[in-house]
């Protein structure tokens, strides 16, 4: 009885400690791009993320791929280092950032995608 107790006491507090990383990542994002919604052009988010790795027009809004360890202090291998050509990156090394933009290029709004472990 009380190893099951023990069991599951582990269990949450391995889940808990895996959702708090997650969790300080997507709050980093948000203290970086909150900000800016309604106010940065798609030029200063480029400068301050990185490129997107694709733009589409959806409804009103241009929605643009961005794929960034922005809030990461893990380094980023060389071989997936972004070189000419195509961006082929796996999400496992990058944090997958949905931007929204308006036609006059401003952020509107913002939405994680893929927070990696």
Not at 34 to 55: F, H, T
């Amino acid at each position: 009885m009380f190893m099951k107790v023990r069991i599951i006491l582990i269990s949450c507090l391995i889940g808990l400690l895996t959702l708090s990383c997650s969790q300080n990542r997507v709050k980093k994002y948000q203290n970086l791009l909150d900000p800016l919604v309604g106010k940065a052009k798609k030029d200063q988010i480029n400068a301050l993320i990185g490129n997107p790795v694709s733009c589409k027009n959806e409804n009103r809004y241009e929605k643009c791929e961005y794929r960034t360890a922005h809030a990461q202090n893990t380094p980023v291998p060389d071989m997936f280092k972004k070189s000419e050509g195509p961006d082929l990156s796996p999400y496992e090394y990058f944090d997958v950032l949905y931007l929204y933009f308006d036609p006059f290029h401003v952020m509107k709004e913002w939405e994680p995608v893929v927070i990696a472990h």
